[in-house]
């Protein structure tokens, strides 16, 4: 019998056994201590701390909470700032994100809740997570991808992935089509280095062949390191002369994944959900002058993503059963992953090092909102515009 079932019992019997005389109290007492399995002496000292209980004092067994409200709070504003990802990727970061907030005059928590923050486990940083995670709905959206009649001339590859090292990486466009992909509207270039795990974004209108080319030449221009390959899908914008003599001439490996397996863009994909989905959305973007605010506003991502927004690589995944197995490296940001790297120069790390320590995550964070409401502003306004009926005279 659990605790709750006995204190039921006993406070059942409580306002008649205050009441009753002592040959039927023990007439209670014995069918209490029948039902509970309690000891009558024990039943006496229940009834009794149950009479003697202040009812406006709630009933609160175990440990003195720790972690209280104002340490949830500290840990909801880290959390917020590196975008609300998930407690096993939070947990790294919290220490570096105090320090750059307290740097920069922007924490507004005591020194007792910072104490207690800093002191979470991993464990309880996952559940605290886990509560503010709650009320996410994800959402589907649609698919914009055809196939090209032009395969022969660019080989399908599958990995191994490992063996690749920075500037390998895997390549998608977004669309931003809201529930239609009729008409003309915003795409977004994705490149997703695999070793790293290092974002480069870029917009542009539509999907044709010399967009999406321009778009990839902007993407390595603005990378901190060279491209050596790109991965795309089977898309008509990937697969054509364009792109692959533009990648002959800058010495770019082009291959392929294998049609109707996203499988082999997992990395792409991956970050076409948790990047370019979650900051902007399913809605349709269809006036050509967001395309300018879209870029200003991945540049500014960009930085945000890869300095101070960690993520982790699938090392292992092992089949049991009808179910996965997988194992994980340890959650870095994808600075961290080129800093580490043997493979990339002390030259491109000293520069990079000098514009981390300019950076703040709160505010990179705060100018990212900002320009999303800008874009979403642009596209209101279009989009009033149009609705606008023309007066008959």
């Known amino acids: 019998m659990t605790m709750t079932t006995k204190n039921e019992i006993f406070s059942r019997y409580l306002g008649e056994y205050l ?36 009812k406006s004092i709630p009933d609160r067994r175990g440990r003195k909470q720790y972690f209280t409200p104002d340490a949830i709070a500290a840990l ?10 998930c407690g096993e990727l939070l947990y790294p970061i919290i220490k570096d994100y105090v320090r750059i907030l307290q740097r920069d005059k922007l924490w507004e928590h005591s020194s007792l809740a910072t104490e207690k923050l800093l002191l979470m486990s991993e464990g309880t940083v996952k559940r605290k997570v886990g509560n503010f995670m709650k009320a996410r709905t994800p959402r589907n959206g649609l698919s914009s991808t055809k196939p090209s009649n032009l395969k022969e001339i660019i080989p399908i590859f599958t990995g191994p992935w490992e063996s690749k090292g920075p500037g390998h990486g895997q390549i998608d466009t977004v669309v931003h089509c809201g529930h239609t992909l009729l008409g003309d509207m915003a795409f977004t270039v994705n490149y997703t280095d695999v070793a790293l795990l290092w974002i480069s974004l870029s917009a542009q209108w539509n999907k044709g062949q010399i967009a999406t080319k321009n778009s990839l030449k902007q993407i390595g221009e603005k ?3 060279k491209i050596l390959g790109m991965h795309p899908d089977t898309g008509s914008e990937f697969i054509n002369w364009h792109l692959k003599g533009w990648c002959d001439e800058n010495g770019i490996n082009l291959t392929r994944s294998r049609p109707n397996h996203k499988n082999d863009n997992a990395y792409v994909e991956q970050k076409n959900g948790h990047v370019v989905r979650r900051f902007l959305g399913y809605q349709r973007l269809d006036c050509p002058d967001v ?34 197995k997988r194992k994980y490296d340890g959650a870095k940001t994808a600075y961290a992953r080129l800093m580490e790297h043997s493979a990339i120069g002390q030259e491109i790390k000293n520069k990079l090092n000098l514009e981390h320590e300019k950076m703040n995550p709160l505010l990179l964070k705060r100018e990212v909102d900002k320009l999303i409401a800008e874009i979403f502003k642009i596209q209101k306004c279009y989009g009033n515009l149009n609705n606008i009926e023309p007066k008959i005279e």
């Open 291 to 324: 395309i300018m605010a879209m870029n200003k506003m991945y540049d500014c991502l960009e930085k945000y993503l890869n300095h101070f927004v960690p993520s982790r690589k699938c090392l292992e995944k092992i089949r049991i059963g009808s179910k996965y």
């Open 19 to 54: 009441k009753a005389n002592k040959e039927r109290k023990g007439e209670i007492l014995q069918s209490v201590c029948e039902v509970t399995g309690t000891h009558r002496k024990a039943a006496i000292r229940k009834f009794r701390r149950l009479q003697m209980k202040d």
């Open 223 to 225: 990378t901190p390191f």
């Open 76 to 85: 909801k504003t880290v959390w917020e700032a590196a975008s609300e990802i």
